[in-house]
């Protein structure tokens, strides 16, 4: 009953590195988004995915990667990382209207050294 | 673009006082939601809110969907400790099917 979890909930990586952010939920809800928090900027769309195959850009999507082949699993791949990628990222999953919640993961902290 | 602006940024309080916190835009919206987010980890949900006018209790919370459809009001009667932590409001970005804008965040302390 572990409803949205997220791994790791701490990674250090180099410039130019590719990260990996794995989320996983047990609702089985159709939609999963990607956000990340920076101070000052409060909580900003990567990307999200109302199923599975099927993703689309949020507000800051650039150096990003998304994929979802189930319906469970939503990982956010950073393909190059670098220092502006230094955040905490959340995963969030909801069931879509007619109700939009979201519920949220533990996070994720990233830094890019 | 569509811009939540949410106030105050942070509030200083002493036990047992009563808070309000409110969120404003120049759009409408159709769905409103409130989150805590405590430190270390995610936001969770407190109150989702559907129809304009609408006011929701969740113990000592209530949240309002004003009239306008352009705002929305959060208040904590009777605050405790674990109440701090830093609320967000949210509201359904028009003409999608699930994406969320969030205000910035109203950051509560509260004084024993």
């Known amino acids: 009953d572990a409803g949205i979890t997220q791994s790791p909930r701490y990674k250090i990586t180099e410039t130019g590195r590719q990260v990996t952010l794995m989320c996983h939920q047990t609702w089985s809800h159709s939609y999963m988004f990607w956000y990340r928090q920076d101070l000052g900027h409060g909580l900003r769309l990567i990307y999200y995915?109302?199923?599975?195959?099927?993703?689309d850009k949020g507000e800051v999507p650039d150096g990003y990667v998304v994929s979802r082949s189930k319906t469970e699993n939503f990982p956010l791949t950073l393909e190059s990382a670098t220092r502006s990628q230094t955040s905490v990222y959340f995963c969030?999953?909801?069931?879509?209207?007619?109700?939009?919640?979201?519920?949220f993961g533990p996070g994720t902290r990233l830094t890019v050294t | 673009g569509q811009q939540l602006n949410q106030s105050p940024q942070s509030m200083f309080i002493q036990e047992g006082e009563d808070v309000s916190m409110n969120c404003t835009s120049s759009s409408i919206f159709n769905t409103w939601l409130w989150y805590k987010q405590d430190p270390g980890e995610g936001p969770v949900l407190l109150i989702a809110?559907?129809?304009?006018?609408e006011l929701t209790s969740n113990g000592r919370l209530t949240a309002q969907f004003g009239i306008t459809r352009k705002d929305s009001f959060l208040n904590i009667s009777a605050s405790i400790p674990s109440d701090v932590g830093i609320y967000f409001c949210a509201a359904l970005r028009s003409g999608s099917q699930g994406n969320l804008i969030f205000g910035k965040g109203t950051k509560l302390s509260v004084k024993p």
């Open positions: 809110l559907y129809k304009a006018g």
């Open positions: 969030a999953s909801g069931t879509g209207g007619p109700s939009y919640e979201q519920y």
């Open positions: 995915s109302a199923a599975a195959d099927i993703t």
